[in-house]
């Protein structure tokens, strides 16, 4: 138990100094501010995933894959979510034309150069996308509230009471009252938040807390699954309690996604 609240401690005080940043960004950056917040987010959490597919035998181009990320939250900026498709655009182009004049290129080191810098990348320049609606700095807040909620609740009910497994053979420690935990916590979030701060309907913030939840525990143990391939036990070591960037926004990497285009689909 002592180990446990330990680890619990190091955790939210790993994420905290995270959460200060990002509100500081959301709060006194501007858009612009969001973008770099996205831009540094991706640049390291695609790294750390370059290396995992590297412990698999892969070859990933890199610079090509992180020149992306960078340009994809900037693109978001000037032409919205134009700008942002002109770049995904230009990186299956320059990704397919590298593979042809490099010979010692191979399909899955193409598959999976894109597919990083998409699933991350691109995912995270949503942020700005999200930023740049009506409300967007109380959407986005709502939304990160949403994910720290989903992640201690889920945690602590987890690690006390959790005893039915989620998925065992990808990752031992989830459970479904963890899930069920979480995915109250997010809705009452994004309730609480949502009401007060947005003018979108009960409804609408129902569907975004449940959508969320769903994200985050998708993007989490698509993110274990992808360590297990590579036999890892943590993506990287820079943020005590949480192993990488990659370990500590798996879930919210696709919130932000799957975030924007429910507002999107919910007329925002």
């Known amino acids: 138990m002592t180990a446990s609240l330990s680890d619990f401690t190091v955790r939210t005080a790993s994420a905290g ?8 960004a959301l709060f006194f950056g501007g858009v612009w501010g969001i973008a770099a917040l996205a831009a540094v987010i991706s640049v390291l959490a695609l790294a750390e995933f370059y290396a ?28 919205e979510r134009g700008g942002l498709t002109v770049v995904a655009a230009a990186l299956v182009i320059a990704a397919l034309a590298s593979h042809v004049f490099t010979r010692s290129s191979r399909l899955a080191e193409t598959a999976v150069t894109v597919f990083g810098t998409l699933y991350i990348g ?31 609740a889920a945690y602590l009910a987890g690690s006390s009471f959790g005893r039915l497994p989620l998925a065992p053979r990808i990752s031992p420690n989830k459970t479904w009252e963890g899930l069920a935990a979480g995915t109250i916590a997010t809705i009452v979030a994004w309730l609480l938040l949502g009401t007060y701060l947005t003018g979108l309907s009960w409804a ?3 569907v975004l ?40 926004f798996d879930g919210f990497i696709l919130v932000t996604l799957v975030t924007h285009y429910v507002l999107l689909i919910g007329g925002v």
């Open 17 to 24: 100094l995270l959460g200060v940043m990002m509100l500081a």
């Open 52 to 79: 995992l597919s590297r412990r698999g035998g892969r070859r990933p181009q890199e610079f090509l894959g992180l020149a992306a990320s960078v340009a994809m939250p900037v693109a978001a900026v000037t032409a």
């Open 122 to 152: 691109f995912s995270l320049a949503h942020l700005v996308l999200i930023r740049q609606m009506d409300d967007g700095t109380m959407l986005l807040l709502a939304m990160i509230v949403g994910v720290w909620v989903n992640d201690i």
């Open 204 to 206: 609408l913030l129902v």
């Open 209 to 248: 807390g449940l959508a969320a939840s769903a994200a985050a525990v998708i993007g989490d143990l698509a993110e274990s699954r992808f360590k297990r391939e590579a036999d890892v036990k943590d993506s990287g070591r820079l943020l005590p309690g949480h192993g990488g960037f990659l370990d500590r």
